[in-house]
Nanobody
Framework: QVQLVESGGGLVQPGGSLRLSCAAS????????ANWYRQAPGKQRELVAIINNAGSTNYADSVKGRFTIPRDNAKNAVYLQLNSLKPEDTAVYYC?????????????WGQGTQVTVSS
């Protein structure tokens, strides 16, 4: 079973930056598509960013121009770079990925990491 391990959340002031990491544990061959979601208290989970195997990306309108989703295939890792953070970006951020490993296809989620934007 492929697990995704997230890190990088924390408390940051408005206008600040954070970099979230999502790494696949164990051996995998390829990540086909990876996503970052977020869920704020009392709100539904929201898709924030997507990157596919070809490196094509897409972003929610609320984060376009501020967030990016780079990936490092050699490390089986995907990141979320959060810039110009706003209080409304406060949420638990989750990564998910679909791919293939030695045991076949997988679809996994990370455990979530808290991002709090506050002065």
């Amino acid at each position: 079973q492929v697990q995704l391990v997230e890190s990088g959340g924390g408390l940051v002031q408005p206008g600040g930056s954070l970099r979230l990491s999502c790494a696949a544990s164990g051996s995998i061959f390829n990540i086909y598509i990876a996503n970052w979601y977020r869920q704020a208290p009392g709100k539904q989970r929201e898709l924030v960013a997507i990157i596919n195997n070809a490196g094509s990306t897409n972003y929610a309108d609320s984060v376009k121009g501020r967030f990016t989703i780079p990936r490092d295939n050699a490390k089986n890792a995907v990141y979320l770079q959060l810039n110009s953070l706003k209080p409304e970006d406060t949420a638990v951020y989750y990564c998910s990925a679909d791919g293939v490993g030695p045991s076949g296809l997988f679809a996994s989620w990370g455990q979530g990491t808290q991002v709090t934007v506050s002065s």
